[in-house]
Protein backbone atom coordinates (compact mmCIF):
# COMPACT_ATOMS: atom_id res chain seq x y z
CA UNK A 1 0.00 0.00 0.00
CA UNK A 2 2.97 2.53 0.80
CA UNK A 3 4.08 1.91 -2.67
CA UNK A 4 1.45 2.05 -4.38
CA UNK A 5 0.80 5.50 -2.50
CA UNK A 6 3.74 6.52 -3.87
CA UNK A 7 2.77 5.82 -7.43
CA UNK A 8 3.91 2.47 -7.61
CA UNK A 9 0.46 1.39 -10.22
CA UNK A 10 1.89 -2.74 -10.10
CA UNK A 11 2.84 -2.63 -6.48
CA UNK A 12 -0.99 -1.73 -5.84
CA UNK A 13 -2.79 -3.50 -8.48
CA UNK A 14 -0.74 -6.67 -6.76
CA UNK A 15 -2.00 -5.67 -3.95
CA UNK A 16 -5.49 -5.36 -4.80
CA UNK A 17 -5.02 -9.21 -6.45
CA UNK A 18 -3.87 -10.68 -3.12
CA UNK A 19 -6.46 -8.86 -0.91
CA UNK A 20 -9.33 -10.07 -3.33
CA UNK A 21 -9.14 -13.71 -2.13
CA UNK A 22 -8.92 -12.42 1.21
CA UNK A 23 -11.91 -10.69 1.25
CA UNK A 24 -14.04 -12.76 -0.73
CA UNK A 25 -13.55 -15.61 1.83
CA UNK A 26 -14.53 -13.09 4.39
CA UNK A 27 -17.57 -12.25 3.17
CA UNK A 28 -19.26 -15.18 2.29
CA UNK A 29 -18.25 -16.67 6.07
CA UNK A 30 -19.88 -13.28 7.08
CA UNK A 31 -22.42 -13.25 4.97
CA UNK A 32 -23.03 -16.97 5.00
CA UNK A 33 -24.20 -17.09 8.17
CA UNK A 34 -26.79 -14.43 7.95
CA UNK A 35 -28.03 -16.33 4.87
CA UNK A 36 -26.82 -14.04 2.16
CA UNK A 37 -25.88 -16.00 -0.75
CA UNK A 38 -22.10 -15.99 -2.63
CA UNK A 39 -23.09 -13.13 -5.14
CA UNK A 40 -23.66 -11.00 -2.48
CA UNK A 41 -20.23 -11.52 -1.08
CA UNK A 42 -19.28 -10.61 -4.02
CA UNK A 43 -20.94 -7.54 -4.10
CA UNK A 44 -19.53 -6.35 -0.80
CA UNK A 45 -15.83 -7.50 -1.97
CA UNK A 46 -16.25 -4.65 -4.82
CA UNK A 47 -17.66 -2.42 -2.53
CA UNK A 48 -14.89 -2.96 -0.46
CA UNK A 49 -12.11 -2.57 -3.14
CA UNK A 50 -13.70 0.37 -4.28
CA UNK A 51 -13.38 2.03 -1.23
CA UNK A 52 -10.24 0.87 -0.51
CA UNK A 53 -9.29 2.77 -3.54
CA UNK A 54 -11.36 5.74 -3.01
CA UNK A 55 -9.81 5.88 0.42
CA UNK A 56 -6.43 5.32 -0.24
CA UNK A 57 -4.72 8.26 0.87
CA UNK A 58 -6.77 8.04 4.19
CA UNK A 59 -4.64 5.68 5.54
CA UNK A 60 -1.41 6.64 7.78
CA UNK A 61 1.64 5.16 6.29
CA UNK A 62 3.36 4.73 9.77
CA UNK A 63 0.37 3.33 11.14
CA UNK A 64 -0.43 -1.08 10.16
CA UNK A 65 -2.26 -1.68 7.24
CA UNK A 66 -4.77 -4.91 8.56
CA UNK A 67 -6.77 -2.69 10.92
CA UNK A 68 -7.41 -0.17 8.33
CA UNK A 69 -8.28 -2.52 6.00
CA UNK A 70 -10.60 -4.81 8.80
CA UNK A 71 -12.51 -1.41 9.41
CA UNK A 72 -13.72 -0.83 5.47
CA UNK A 73 -14.43 -4.47 4.84
CA UNK A 74 -16.83 -5.00 8.14
CA UNK A 75 -18.24 -1.89 7.53
CA UNK A 76 -18.92 -2.88 3.64
CA UNK A 77 -20.44 -5.93 5.42
CA UNK A 78 -22.65 -3.82 7.42
CA UNK A 79 -24.12 -1.99 5.39
CA UNK A 80 -24.80 -5.52 2.92
CA UNK A 81 -26.77 -6.41 6.03
CA UNK A 82 -28.30 -3.64 6.57
CA UNK A 83 -29.38 -3.49 3.00
CA UNK A 84 -31.21 -6.44 3.25
CA UNK A 85 -32.73 -5.93 6.55
CA UNK A 86 -34.68 -8.35 8.17
CA UNK A 87 -38.21 -8.07 8.36
CA UNK A 88 -40.88 -10.21 9.88
CA UNK A 89 -44.53 -9.87 9.74
CA UNK A 90 -46.65 -10.65 12.88
CA UNK A 91 -50.55 -9.96 13.09
CA UNK A 92 -50.89 -7.93 16.05
CA UNK A 93 -54.06 -9.92 16.43
CA UNK A 94 -51.85 -12.52 17.87
CA UNK A 95 -50.70 -10.25 20.96
CA UNK A 96 -54.15 -8.64 21.91
CA UNK A 97 -54.60 -10.14 24.88
CA UNK A 98 -50.41 -9.38 26.17
CA UNK A 99 -50.41 -6.32 24.83
CA UNK A 100 -50.37 -3.51 27.79
CA UNK A 101 -53.23 -0.78 28.89
CA UNK A 102 -52.05 2.15 26.64
CA UNK A 103 -52.83 4.64 29.79
CA UNK A 104 -50.49 3.36 32.11
CA UNK A 105 -47.39 2.60 29.36
CA UNK A 106 -45.97 5.77 29.28
CA UNK A 107 -45.31 7.01 32.77
CA UNK A 108 -44.17 3.29 33.79
CA UNK A 109 -41.99 3.58 30.58
CA UNK A 110 -40.30 6.88 31.56
CA UNK A 111 -39.74 5.58 35.23
CA UNK A 112 -37.87 2.63 33.84
CA UNK A 113 -35.94 4.48 31.57
CA UNK A 114 -35.35 6.95 34.50
CA UNK A 115 -33.92 3.58 36.70
CA UNK A 116 -31.78 2.31 34.15
CA UNK A 117 -30.09 5.66 33.14
CA UNK A 118 -29.23 5.69 36.69
CA UNK A 119 -27.12 2.75 36.43
CA UNK A 120 -24.91 4.64 33.77
CA UNK A 121 -21.46 6.58 34.94
CA UNK A 122 -22.84 10.56 34.76
CA UNK A 123 -21.46 11.40 31.15
CA UNK A 124 -22.99 8.06 29.65
CA UNK A 125 -26.05 9.23 31.41
CA UNK A 126 -26.19 13.11 30.11
CA UNK A 127 -25.42 11.72 26.58
CA UNK A 128 -27.59 8.96 26.34
CA UNK A 129 -30.28 11.19 28.14
CA UNK A 130 -29.92 13.73 25.79
CA UNK A 131 -29.92 11.96 22.19
CA UNK A 132 -31.84 8.92 23.08
CA UNK A 133 -34.38 10.29 25.77
CA UNK A 134 -34.99 14.28 24.50
CA UNK A 135 -34.09 13.59 21.03
CA UNK A 136 -31.10 16.11 20.51
CA UNK A 137 -28.73 16.00 17.82
CA UNK A 138 -25.14 14.59 18.29
CA UNK A 139 -23.77 18.11 17.64
CA UNK A 140 -26.07 19.77 19.85
CA UNK A 141 -25.09 17.51 22.54
CA UNK A 142 -21.53 17.84 22.10
CA UNK A 143 -22.06 21.78 22.05
CA UNK A 144 -24.08 21.69 25.37
CA UNK A 145 -21.69 19.28 27.05
CA UNK A 146 -18.74 20.65 26.04
CA UNK A 147 -17.73 17.70 24.23
CA UNK A 148 -16.27 16.81 20.89
CA UNK A 149 -18.83 14.93 18.70
CA UNK A 150 -16.50 11.87 18.93
CA UNK A 151 -16.58 11.60 22.16
CA UNK A 152 -20.25 11.93 22.28
CA UNK A 153 -20.78 9.18 19.81
CA UNK A 154 -18.25 6.87 21.62
CA UNK A 155 -19.85 7.84 24.95
CA UNK A 156 -23.72 7.03 23.30
CA UNK A 157 -22.49 3.55 21.91
CA UNK A 158 -20.79 2.76 25.23
CA UNK A 159 -23.80 3.50 27.05
CA UNK A 160 -26.44 2.70 24.98
CA UNK A 161 -24.23 -1.03 24.83
CA UNK A 162 -24.53 -0.87 28.69
CA UNK A 163 -28.01 -0.48 28.91
CA UNK A 164 -28.34 -3.76 26.27
CA UNK A 165 -26.13 -6.30 28.86
CA UNK A 166 -28.08 -5.00 31.55
CA UNK A 167 -31.59 -5.69 29.54
CA UNK A 168 -30.45 -8.71 28.61
CA UNK A 169 -29.46 -10.35 31.97
CA UNK A 170 -32.19 -9.06 34.14
CA UNK A 171 -35.02 -11.29 34.51
CA UNK A 172 -38.86 -10.22 33.06
Given at each position: ????????????????????????????????????A??D??????????????K??????????????????R?????????????????????????A???????????????H??????????????????G??????????????????V????????L????R????
Amino acid sequence: MRAGNAGDADSYRRLLVQLTPVLRAAARRGLGSAGMADTDAEDVVQETLLAIHLKRQSWDAEAPFGPWLRAIARHKMIDALRRRGRRINVSIDDFSEVLADGAAGPDMLAADVGRHLEDLPPGQRSVVRAIAVEGESIGDTAARLKMTSGAVRVALHRGLAALARKFRTEEP
